[in-house]
């Protein structure tokens, strides 16, 4: 019709660089205790997945291929996970800010049962974010969910609850959620991690505790 294009492709192009291009319509974040509803009925390796995608605000992608050497620690009261160690080829940056994740609070005593009963781990759960997405499209309670809508409720729990008052530092969301980038973080550089070698106790530093306590 004549109209002039090159207008709208320099927009689309500005709006992609402002982060337009990420889709607006995401999974719906499930509610916790729908959550841990369905994972107390599910089998050991399903019930452990959940349970820790929950309490880390992680995609079952990632958490599904979990190996038992990625728990550096599992006790009744705290379970570390180095997210360094996964496989090679699916590891993140070894010396990222959230490269480790510290479970505390509900759900750690039933999480570490799950994981010194589940022998090797490698992985921890077969099941892929497809055949996750499956089972719960064929459930009339879970079919409004997908694999990603674990994450999306952690971190909306997360958010109300600091809205709510709850005292951790905001920014804590993000390094759990892995949203942090590499290199930018307002209480430790990067290249502190690198000069770490006792990654319990850098786990700790990093404060992830703070607000799995909350989830």
């Not at 499930?30 to 390796?45: M, Y």
């Not at 997210?83 to 510290?102: D, E, F, I």
């Not at 022998?119 to 077969?126: F, R, V, Y």
């Not at 969301?173 to 000069?195: F, G």
Request: aromatic content about 6%; glycine content about 6%; overall charge positive.
């Amino acid at each position: 019709m004549g109209v002039d294009s090159k207008p709208l492709k320099v927009l689309a192009s500005v709006l992609r660089g402002d982060g337009a291009s990420i889709p607006l319509s995401q999974a719906e974040g499930i509610p916790r205790e729908t959550l841990i509803s369905w994972a107390r009925r599910q089998v050991p390796h399903l019930r452990l997945a959940a349970f820790v995608a929950w309490k880390t605000a992680s995609r079952w992608a990632e958490v599904r291929l979990l190996t038992r050497p990625c728990f550096v620690l599992v006790s009744t009261t705290e379970v570390i996970i180095d997210w360094g160690t996964l496989p090679k080829g699916r590891s993140r940056n070894p010396y990222c800010l959230s490269k480790t994740a510290v479970i505390r609070g509900a759900l750690t005593e039933e999480i570490a049962a799950l994981v010194r009963g589940a022998g090797n781990l490698s992985p921890l759960t077969p099941v892929t974010t497809s055949q996750l997405d499956g089972m719960w499209a064929r459930e009339p309670r879970m079919c409004r969910y997908s694999a990603h809508s674990i994450k999306r409720g952690a971190v909306d729990h997360l958010v109300c609850a600091k809205a709510a008052g709850a005292p951790f530092p905001e920014h804590l969301i993000s390094r759990l959620a892995k949203h942090t980038a590499d290199n930018v973080d307002p209480t430790l550089a990067q290249m502190t991690v690198r000069y770490t070698s006792d990654v319990v106790a850098l786990a700790r530093v990093l404060r992830t505790a703070e607000v799995t306590e909350h989830l």
